[in-house]
């Protein structure tokens, strides 16, 4: 935290210093025209005193310009006008020339010291933009509620030099929850900023309210509320802020309050959105459960109960097998339906953790051929593939469970004795994997919805399923940075094909906790 100071100046400096600069600059033009006062006319050194009014005002201000006016026409007639070192007048005429550089030396003074204002003024209202652009920008692109208050106490401390602390409020409770970040505040310091909260004023040191408490508590409010309130920290003997500086820190706050509020009615909008999905997720799952999962069900219920009957004592041993047998293929169906469910609910909560490491392709091919031996041993599966693809860094356990997924799908959209055909292939800096049946197919349309969660086509005779088979693959692709697409196949049929990057630091980019 820094260390506690004061603003950098905003304001004219209104000390002793500018006005003995002026005096001195009068004492110069004194000392100078005394070395040719007995050469030339006393009213042409009247310049030298006109030089000093301006030069006076633009490097002081009015103030200044005025009072190097004044002492110009003394020291003139001092110095100067016969009888010298004396302020009588022989001569009636300097009266004149006394008034004339009273007037002008005030005129021009006025000119020059507005002009130095003004100009201080665009200084000090350039700094102020430049530091609510900074401020600005270092928020804007923040989101998360502590990060803003981080965000801004760092800049506000970074740029008035005093200890800040920001209280939020929290959620719909009449509370305030301090940032851990910023200044510690005293009880005191706490309970003006907590008057502030509840009555959207400022209060503290130079406000009305609670003008004994040393600090600032400036509300940050927005058209709809008090998102919070803004505290600034005085030291011992500090005095109340000026116009200036509370101009900026209002500014400040102002921007502060947007950036609140725009941050949190995005997280009301996520929670709002999550709790939308959370429905519409419970919905498809009670339909999936209800729908896919009792069918296997009943015909392993079904299967079982028969055989079990005492009254079917008189079924035949290879009646017998054929039931059981329905019943362990329903069985196996079922798992892999709640393996789906499973794998789903992983990818949803970001549970899902990949356990990277070098492959050979053809081990990959290897076990998924293996694990589907049984569902596919009426297909003929064609494996084409690149002799001299490189080793790919994967998870084998999903990318096996990837492939399966597809030649699942593909089975049951493919007439009976249909072949399947996997290619893999190297494609620039990825592994090209595709996996292509003669089925029913797909439009174009349909390609690009493929992968939602439990979309599942309408097709004649469709099979009985959740849905969730192509979304889960799309989550593993896109876990191991790759990504998946469906196309029409041409001739007939489907071919969805998916692409895992070959170098191991793309993958390994990812945050797969």
Known sequence: MLSPKRFAPLSSDYSWQPYLGAILLVGAASALGAL???????????????????????RWGLGAAVLSSILGVLAFDFFMVPPRFS???????????????????????????????????LHRREKETAALYTFSRGIVATHNVTEIAKSVICHIQRTCGKPVALLIREGGRRDLRTVDFGAELAPAEQKAGWWSLMNGQPCGLGEIAMADIPVNCIPLKTTHEVVGVLVVQHGAGDSPLSSDE???????????????????????????ELLLETDRLYDALLHSVSHALRTPLASIIGGLSTVLDPSQEHLDEATRRDLLQTAREEAERLNGLVGNLLDMTRLESGRLKLNIDWYDPADVIGAVLGQTADRLKDRHVTVQMDEDLPMVPLDQVLVVHVLENLLDNADKYSPPGRPIDISLRQVGDAMEVTVADRGTGITEEDAERVFEKFLRLERPGSPAGTGLGLAIC?????????????????????????????????VEAGDFS
């Open 246 to 272: 509370r101009r900026l820190l209002e500014a400040f706050a102002a921007q502060a309050a947007v950036v609140l509020e725009r941050a949190n009615l995005a997280e009301t909008a996520r929670k709002a």
């Open 36 to 58: 040719v006062v007995g050469h030339v006319k006393p009213t042409n050194l009247v310049m030298l005193y006109l030089l000093a009014v301006v030069v006076s005002g633009l």
């Open 87 to 121: 302020f009588s007048i022989y001569d009636a005429e300097y009266l004149i020339t006394f008034m004339g550089l009273l007037g002008v030396a005030l005129v021009v003074g006025t000119l020059t010291g507005r002009l130095r204002n003004h100009a201080e003024m």
């Open 474 to 506: 799309k989550g593993i692709v896109e876990a191991h940075r790759g990504h998946i697409w469906a196309r029409p196949r041409a001739g007939g049929g489907a071919e969805i094909s998916f692409a895992l990057p070959l170098s191991a630091r793309t």
